[in-house]
């Protein structure tokens, strides 16, 4: 396949290499002068026809603006989106976005969702839990983050440091519980299982 990666920093440039390792070709767009285009806008007609997916890992802020200007060249794309998604305020754009292009195909990075640690933890959770029931879960997540936020990174005042974890944590809690339970927890207004620690040492 031939993928195109928009915003190569730290997670762009895991996908970039990721990718090239499983034998895929790569077009980088970063404003950043090493990448092949610094602008989604400059990539040739010729070069977006031969792109089977694209993958969107600009800062945050920048994801409806970014996706906007993948599926402006091409309508029907393939795209991997960055988690979060969109910051708050862009939920409804994001959504209306998706309607106007009813040919692309854009999918929400969701690592923990796929992993296979998880995947065995909660297999293992719930081979247990068939003799002692769940009473109880706690998610923590303990992360130094202070040469990330001194870099720029997981500066955002819309969803704080809180909001990139939760993310993953909810991923976790949906792996752990039966379907019925999570969909409970989540209309819960007061939730009363997952705890939030995100550590700044
Ligand atoms: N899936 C995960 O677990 C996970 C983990 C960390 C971060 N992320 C997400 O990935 C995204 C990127 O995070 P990061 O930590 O790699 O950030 P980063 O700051 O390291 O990288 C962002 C890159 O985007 C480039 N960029 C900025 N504006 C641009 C533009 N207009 N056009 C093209 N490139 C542009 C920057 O030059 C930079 O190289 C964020 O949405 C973040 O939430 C996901």
């Known amino acids: 396949m031939r993928v195109a990666i928009i915003g190569v920093g730290r997670i762009g440039g895991l996908h970039v290499g990721n990718l090239r390792a499983a034998g895929h070709r790569t077009v980088t767009v970063d404003r950043r ?27 945050t802020r920048l994801h409806l603006h970014t996706l906007r200007q993948i599926l402006t ?33 854009v999918v929400v990075n969701n690592v923990y969702a796929n992993s296979s640690a998880v995947h065995r933890l909660a297999g293992a959770v719930r081979r247990l839990s068939a003799t002692d029931p769940i009473r109880r879960i706690t998610i923590e997540f303990t992360k130094n983050r202070l040469s990330d936020v001194a870099a720029g990174r997981f500066v955002d005042t819309d969803y704080g ?7 993953h944590m909810l991923a976790i809690l949906q792996k752990l519980l039966d379907p019925e339970d999570y969909s409970a927890y989540l209309a819960t207004p007061r939730p009363g299982i997952t705890s939030v620690y995100v550590s700044y040492w």
Request: zero cysteines; aromatic letters at 8%.
């Open 73 to 105: 060249r091409a309508s029907a794309a393939r795209v991997l989106l960055e988690k979060p998604a969109v910051i708050p305020s862009e939920l409804a754009a994001l959504a209306r976005t998706l309607a106007e292009y009813p040919d692309a195909r």
């Open 161 to 167: 440091e809180v909001g990139y974890e939760w993310f």
């Open 33 to 59: 002068s090493e990448a092949d285009f610094r602008d989604v806008r400059e990539v040739p007609d010729t070069l977006v026809a031969q792109i089977d997916a694209w993958v969107v890992s600009t800062p």
